[in-house]
């Protein structure tokens, strides 16, 4: 088959960028990282790209097609190709670009050393001296998290790094809750305390994009709401986001409503609210937020506070309270699965979107 693509190129020394068209004939069954090898054997050995296992596993290959984050050895060109689209191939996101689609990965690196990934079972010694044993009930609790290959193709897409740039971020916190939740861990209150920090935990902004691109069904965002959940069970509360996270739920089972006009005091403190109450009053003059008085009671707010109660009843605190999206695996959310082609069975090479199909699909 002809395959084209467009490449961002990035040249260190000459500090420039350009867009670089290239066709080539490829296998029917070629995955971009095939496509990228040919491009660099046959047209231009300049081309500049990671790789190494070409099976998912090593993490390398990230970068984006049409400005969303791939593994390029995952990602299946046949359809692409025969429907004419010619794809953008660009670095990944919110790492510093080296040359071509190379990134520094200093950055993200550093972030997961600081999440202290290893076990630090404390002095609990292994009740037959030589080796914890773990059910598969208890490692069940932090399997998603133990998928990651440390690709950093969440990170690529995280909003909340693009506008702080040490935000721990998502493969990092998925990585902690996997320690946080592993039963050999004796460090869970001390991991909490620093991952709850002015960078950590509450400072994403839940877009889920990281859930989205992540190859692995990691779903990183669940992660994290599993180390709040966590924090917030074990009195790990003093950041503004646990204090919204628990004012929301006390909000939406006495009233069935998130009021939101009540955050700051209830989070921030009455010193705060009153140097904020100018700014308040604009945004209820401009319908922005209701009044707060009377409280707004939803009609069937018995059935929000018969929610509350059966979570209660079930004992599902802390990480055990939050739903998973349990697709993982089987249905990575950022393709177009079921395709005959699909070498391992329905779904086991999705391939991005083309355009338009991701507005039909949602
Ligand atoms: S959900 Fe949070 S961690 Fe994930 S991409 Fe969005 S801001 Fe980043
Ligand atoms: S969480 Fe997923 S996307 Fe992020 S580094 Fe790990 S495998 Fe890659
Ligand atoms: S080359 Fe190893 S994950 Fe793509």
Redesign the pocket.
């Known amino acids: 088959m002809r395959v084209a693509l467009k490449i961002w190129r990035y040249d260190p020394q000459a500090g420039g960028r350009a867009l670089r068209e290239y066709e080539v004939d490829a296998p029917e069954w070629a995955t971009l990282l095939d496509v990228l090898d040919l491009v660099k054997d046959r047209h231009d050995g300049t081309l500049a790209y990671r790789k190494s296992c070409r099976m998912m596993i090593c993490?390398s290959c990230?970068m984006r097609m049409d400005g969303a984050a791939v593994l390029a050895c995952k990602t299946r060109m046949y359809e692409i190709a025969e429907s004419g689209h010619v794809p953008t191939i660009s670095a990944m996101g919110n790492l510093p670009v080296v040359k071509d689609l190379v990134v520094d990965m200093e950055p993200f690196w550093s972030k997961l050393k600081a999440m202290k990934p290893w076990l630090r079972p404390g002095f609990a010694e292994p009740p037959d001296g030589k080796e914890f044993r773990v059910s598969q009930q208890e490692m069940n609790v932090i399997h998603k998290e133990s998928?990651?290959?440390?690709?950093?193709?969440?990170?690529s897409e995280c909003n909340a790094m693009d506008s702080d740039p040490e935000f721990l971020g998502?493969?990092a916190l998925?990585k902690g809750m996997r320690f946080v939740g592993d039963a050999r861990d004796a460090d869970a209150v001390e991991r909490l305390e620093d991952y709850s920090g002015q960078h950590g935990i509450w400072e994403c902004t839940r877009c889920y994009f990281?859930n989205q691109?992540?190859?692995?069904g990691?779903d990183?965002r669940d992660a994290i709401a599993k180390l709040g959940a966590e924090a917030v069970r074990l009195g790990i509360d003093r950041d503004m986001g646990a204090k919204h996270a628990k004012w929301f739920v006390t909000s939406a089972k006495t009233t069935g409503w998130l009021r939101e006009t009540e955050l700051v005091p209830k989070t921030q403190g009455i010193v705060r609210s009153i140097k904020d109450t100018k700014f308040a009053m604009q945004l209820a003059r401009h319908g922005k937020v209701p009044f707060p008085f009377p409280p707004h009671v939803a009609d069937k707010v018995d059935e929000s506070r018969a929610l509350y109660d059966v979570v209660k009843l079930q004992g599902r605190e802390g990480a055990a309270g939050i739903v998973q999206g349990e697709k993982a695996l089987a249905a990575l959310d950022h393709g177009v699965h079921g395709s005959e082609r699909d070498p391992y069975g329905p779904g086991s090479f999705p391939r991005p979107y083309l355009p338009g199909e991701e507005e039909a699909a949602s």
Do not use: S
Request: proline share 14%; with cysteine.
């Open positions: 993490g990230g998928l990651c290959i440390n690709c950093g193709c969440c990170v998502p493969q998925a990281c691109r992540c190859p692995k990691v990183p």
